[in-house]
């Protein structure tokens, strides 16, 4: 093995020791909470996307997606942007992975309360956005339409 090929193998193998995602992420934060301070309104928006990792068989701690044959991880993210647009960072992110034992039994989602739900993400991004910025200033809230539930819409000011 040449040099270049081992220093690239410890790099890649080594990278968990030096990458903490929480540690990064909150410093990504505290870092959004910085610029933020120079705005009296903030949008707050938020949504999920997934991390589709089906083809890369190695990788382990991974759930279901949206068919028992997709693979990842899902990503809740919480954005800051002014009112003209401008990307002020990330306020709160939350990253899980489906557990295999709830594949198949969305029907059985109306029976379980908010807290049971993947719902539950979008009122713990509004709570911990609103607990991060300062009540000085405006936050508003925007979301798909897959935040439009009872529950979240309770917390919002008209």
């Not at 410093?27 to 997934?50: F, M, P, V």
């Not at 309360?113 to 956005?129: F, G, M, P, V, Y």
């Not at 405006?138 to 539930?149: G, H, L, N, Y």
Request: with cysteine; charged share 25%.
């Amino acid at each position: 093995m040449e040099r270049g090929q081992k220093l690239r193998l410890l790099t890649i193998s080594g990278i968990h020791r030096i990458s903490n995602p929480t540690k990064l992420r909150k410093g990504h934060i505290d870092a959004t909470l910085s610029r933020i301070k120079n705005y009296q309104i903030i949008l707050a928006i938020q949504d999920t996307t997934e991390l589709n990792y089906t083809t890369h068989e190695a990788v382990k701690g991974v759930g279901y997606l949206d068919n028992k044959y997709a693979h990842g991880l899902k990503v809740h993210s919480k954005e800051a942007a002014t009112t003209e647009g401008l990307p002020l960072g990330i306020i709160d992110q939350y990253v899980w992975a489906r557990e295999p034992k709830y594949l198949g039994k969305a029907a059985e989602c109306s029976q379980k309360s908010t807290e049971e739900k993947e719902s539950q993400r979008w009122l713990d991004a509004l709570k911990n956005t609103l607990s991060i910025i300062p009540d000085s200033q405006q936050v508003v809230t925007i979301a798909d339409r897959e935040a439009e539930f009872y529950d979240l819409e309770g917390l919002c000011e008209p």
